[in-house]
């Protein structure tokens, strides 16, 4: 069932999160479940806090989706050794989906 997903996320490095975002590697891996990115934003009382709104082709197939460090590091990066990855603040993202009706 297609939908969105909507990720909200808190940040140390706006800049560095989006450029490790944006890598092409890492949209490839996000579209190989179904994830397209619709919008990028920066929260409107917080501008260390992002907002990402994604198409799903499928709900479970997105569920099924990389654990976290996968979404904010290219495959071929190494898996660093302590969190934050891509300028992350260490804290868990707020994630919502729902299906389009």
Known sequence: ????????????DVAQWNKVFRDPE???VRRSHGLAVTGTYL???DADTIIV?????????????????????PA????PSAPP????????????MGPSW
Do not use: C, F, I, Y
Request: glycine share 8%.
């Open 1 to 12: 069932m297609p939908g969105v997903m909507l990720v909200k996320q808190k940040v140390a």
């Open 26 to 28: 890492l949209d490839e």
């Open 43 to 45: 929260d409107g009382e």
């Open 53 to 73: 709104v994604m198409a799903m082709d499928d709900m479970d197939r997105a569920r099924a989706s990389p654990p976290r460090p996968r979404w904010h590091r």
């Open 76 to 79: 071929s990066a190494p898996v």
């Open 85 to 96: 990855r891509a300028s992350g603040t260490g804290q868990h993202p707020s994630v919502d």
